[in-house]
Structures are given as structure tokens and as C-alpha cells.
T-cell receptor, first 111, second 117 residues
């Protein structure tokens, strides 16, 4: 599976957009990008996923570059409850279904 | 939808005893479930892939005799930590692979915090 690289930590002001980057330069053509977040002492929560097109749901938007080597998760109006560790995961579309978690980005939303 | 329940949420046991953790997919069937372990301030580490009706696949370095996994039905996988010792104390998290609709999204349980005295 492709390896992902994320900044270890970021701060964001409450009400502002939080943009969390992820590099996955070794991604292959059929690998999806998944984003999860983990709030302290809980299991990871699914946020969004994509293959090549940009995606949006009620939680966030996912922007994937044209070469698919990086992506950005956007939380449009961050709240204090968005403080969490955010994980970007890339895995194959067939065969093994396992996720390999990287170190993630610790996002702190500031009041 | 796509809810995964994990039980118990917290367990404290004496050294040498065995502990069973259950992972249930409540509103979907999961042929594949996963077990992870997480140490404080660290990322999740995949321990094993649990396949319904067949043997689990363990990641390198994970003792299969220490961490017994059973996936007897399409909605239940169990992890048994046998002869637990203090070094087995950790946060254990399960996930279930959802195959309906979107591509192979894993939904996670809330985790089990194991403390071995």
C-alpha cells in the first residue's frame, strides 16, 4: 500500500477553514484516498474518500491533485469539536482491504 | 447506518487471565473485520485481519497464540488476549469492512481499553 505523509500538527481558528494536506506520491491508479479522524480515546471516524475527483459531503471536502500524488481535506468552518487527529490512508481497490495508518495530523481548533 | 459496536469499553484484569473483546457490525454484514492496537499518543497498528469462516491473517510480529481471533458470523468477531500480562495493556480497536455502496470503507468501534495488573 502507498505510504502517506502528513504534517504532525496544525492549528486553526474556530470558524475558519481547516486545510489538512497529505502526500501520497507512490499512489497507484486504483488506490482510493480515505480520511478519518480520531478524537481522544475513541475509535476513528470515517470522514470522506475519493479516487480522482474532488468530493464533498456534510462533513468535509476532499481535493485530490490531478496527478493524485497529494490531497487536501477541507473542514469549511472548523469548530472546537473538530479538534482531533486526522489520518489520510491510501489502500488498494482490490485484494487486500487493510489500512495502514500513518502518524496523522493533530489538529487543534482554537477559540 | 454502518455502526460497529465494541464491548467492553474498558476492562481491568489480573495478570495471567484471559480477556475477550467483542466486535459487532450492527446494521450490516461484514465478511472482513480488523483488529488494531494503539499505544498512548501513537497511531493505530494493525494486528490482524479477521475473515468470516476462516482463519485470521496476522501481521508480522503479532503472536497468534497470544491474540486469538474468531469470526464465527457475518456480524461478530472476537479478540481474546490469552494469559494477559501488563505489557498487553493497550487500547484495542476493531473495524468492519462495509461493502455496500462506497468502496470498502472501514467503520470502527469505540475501542476497548485493557489494563492488566
Amino acid at each position: 500500500d502507498a505510504k502517506t505523509t502528513q504534517p504532525p500538527s496544525m492549528d486553526c481558528a474556530e470558524g475558519r477553514a481547516a486545510n489538512l494536506p497529505c502526500n501520497h506520491s507512490t499512489i497507484s491508479g486504483n488506490e482510493y484516498v480515505y480520511w478519518y479522524r480520531q478524537i481522544h480515546s475513541q475509535g476513528p471516524q470515517y470522514i470522506i474518500h475519493g479516487l480522482k475527483n474532488n468530493e464533498t459531503n456534510e462533513m468535509a471536502s476532499l481535493i485530490i491533485t490531478e496527478d493524485r500524488k497529494s490531497s487536501t481535506l477541507i473542514l469549511p468552518h472548523a469548530t472546537l469539536r473538530d479538534t482531533a487527529v486526522y489520518y489520510c490512508i491510501v489502500r488498494g481497490g482490490s485484494g487486500t482491504y487493510k489500512y495502514i495508518f500513518g502518524t496523522g495530523t493533530r489538529l487543534k481548533v482554537l477559540a | 447506518g454502518a455502526v460497529v459496536s465494541q464491548h467492553p469499553s474498558r476492562v481491568i484484569c489480573k495478570s495471567g487471565t484471559s480477556v475477550k473483546i467483542e466486535c459487532r457490525s450492527l446494521d450490516f454484514q461484514a465478511t472482513t473485520m480488523f483488529w488494531y492496537r494503539q499505544f498512548p499518543k501513537k497511531s493505530l497498528m494493525l494486528m490482524a485481519t479477521s475473515n468470516e469462516g476462516s482463519k485470521a491473517t496476522y501481521e508480522q510480529g503479532v503472536e497468534k497464540d497470544k491474540f486469538l481471533i474468531n469470526h464465527a458470523s457475518l456480524t461478530l468477531s472476537t479478540l481474546t488476549v490469552t494469559s494477559a500480562h501488563p505489557e498487553d495493556s493497550s487500547f484495542y480497536i476493531c473495524s468492519a469492512r462495509f461493502t455496500g455502496g462506497a468502496k470498502n470503507i472501514q467503520y470502527f468501534g469505540a475501542g476497548t481499553r485493557l489494563s492488566v495488573l
